[in-house]
């Protein structure tokens, strides 16, 4: 039997950033992964590949509208659609690849197979060769991550009725498509493949897109994506998908009751969300607990009621991001280590890759509402930004959100291009406490698009220049 002062069952963004982490600090570790890659669902089926299908659609989709008015006359682009997917496998190879060597780089033991947990101390693998590993450890990291939420009485069959997993991969462009929800994940995906022309329609059962974010901003982006062709029918469910003919019959009807109406597609993407994913651990046999919706219950140390068996990332409370699970794998690791580890759930970014992009961070306008919280709005819009008018791509805006009575930024919240990119700087700011007049009052390059997040934090105070 081997020994460790870790074992990690998981190497997704929490699983792998903790690994290395807690073997930097001097521990010795090992991962368990059921893939033979390692990465997880974000580097092999997730956040990796989609991004790759995005930019690909998004030039394809310029080459088609776009270029003729900067004056580059181009015959009409073909898709080439396996090499379309070619491109995801490539960027999806290179960067499962790059985990691997980091597992050798920092002398971490990796064993592929299914972990499960008989008591503390102990992992059981089932290796992807027929034999068996049994592993001890000072502590266990579940970094299990999450699955794909089924909608009841739906089959997912990743051919013609989808999760995410297949529509990074359909054979081809389908001529309508129909998105069941309005969240990152159907809206990102619809966007792909409404670029390389087909038509989409995305039902949603709440009365609006992106739960969660700014509602100011969800209408704004809406309003954008309706301008690209995707089709929205809000506060609707999904009752049925009849897939026994050539066409899918789907089901709807008013989520507040009303009259049925049935759709066509040639796919369904069914993406309402996700669930944490524990499965065969023997997390119950062990008496390890669980809330309602699955997730592993823990301290604010990631320990759960079992000694020695901690969990992050997906499989614990909290938004379901990438990052969010690397900062609590540095952090389990450097408590484990004897050191301080700590995140600032405050401040989380979160993206919508779409073209544009939607980036948020910290408070919603609804949420200081609900809280009694007296603030203040700064917006500037990027028709107004110099950058962003020379390279016709006006859409969208910044808003900040700061407290009326000591000016720190509560929230920001930006639609445009590279808005996943922008909304860091918002992020420091917020880590170290500041003020709207602290961003107002630092330098930004001209001509850059992020002149525009100066000027929203001047708008807190009515000064914005160019507005």
């Known amino acids: 039997m081997s020994s460790y002062d870790l074992v990690v069952i998981g190497t997704g963004p929490g699983g792998y950033v903790c690994a290395i982490r807690a073997s930097q600090l001097g521990l010795k570790v090992a991962v368990v992964e059921k893939r033979a890659t390692f990465g997880g669902t974000c580097l092999n089926i997730g956040c990796i590949p989609s991004k790759a299908l995005l930019h690909a659609s998004h030039l394809f989709d310029e080459a088609n509208h776009s270029f003729a008015q900067m004056g580059i006359v181009v015959d009409k682009p073909k898709l080439d659609h396996k090499a379309f997917l070619a491109f995801k496998d490539q960027a999806v190879d290179g960067n499962t690849k790059g985990v691997a060597f980091l597992m050798k780089k920092n002398k971490i033991d990796t064993y592929h197979g299914t972990a499960s947990i008989p008591a503390a101390g102990k992992v059981d693998v089932a290796m992807a060769d027929g034999t068996a590993q049994s592993l001890e450890t000072k502590a266990i990291v579940i970094a299990t991550g999450s699955d794909v939420a089924k909608l009841p009485g739906i089959e997912i069959d990743e051919t013609r009725v989808v999760s995410s997993t297949g529509a990074i991969a359909l054979e081809k462009v389908p001529g309508k498509l129909l998105v069941v929800g309005a969240g990152v994940i159907g809206l990102e995906l619809g966007s792909v493949w409404r670029r390389l022309g087909a038509e989409v329609t995305v039902v949603e059962y709440l009365d609006r897109i ?258």
Do not use: W
């Open 210 to 467: 992106l739960p969660g974010m700014d509602l100011e901003v969800a209408k704004s982006f809406q309003r954008i994506l309706e301008k690209q062709g995707i089709a929205f029918k809000l506060g609707t469910k999904v009752t049925g998908v009849d897939s026994s003919g050539k066409v899918l019959k789907v089901g709807v009807e008013p989520a507040a009751g009303g009259a049925a109406e049935t759709l066509e597609a040639d796919v369904v993407l069914v993406a309402i969300g996700r669930v944490p994913y524990t499965e065969g651990l023997g997390l119950e046999a062990l008496g390890v607990e669980t809330d309602k919706r699955g997730r592993v219950v823990t301290d604010h140390y990631y320990r759960t009621n079992v000694p020695g068996i901690f969990a992050i990332g997906d499989a614990i409370v909290g938004p379901m991001l990438a990052h969010k699970a690397e900062d609590e794998g540095v952090a389990i690791a450097e408590l484990l280590a004897g050191q301080a580890g700590h995140v600032n759930y405050d401040v989380i970014p979160a993206v919508v890759y779409t073209s544009p992009e939607v980036a948020s961070v910290g408070k919603t306008e609804e949420e200081l509402k609900s809280a009694g919280i007296a603030y203040k709005v700064g917006k500037f819009p990027f028709l107004a930004n110099g950058r962003a008018k020379a390279n016709n791509e006006t859409e969208g805006f910044v808003k900040f959100l700061a407290d009326a009575t000591t000016d720190k930024v509560l929230g920001a919240h930006i639609i445009g291009v590279e808005a996943g990119e922008m909304i860091h700087e918002c992020a420091v700011l917020m880590e170290f406490g500041g003020s709207s007049e602290d961003l107002a009052r630092t330098c930004h390059a001209h001509p850059t698009r992020s002149e525009a997040v100066k000027e929203a934090a001047m708008a807190v105070e009515k000064r914005a220049i160019h507005m």
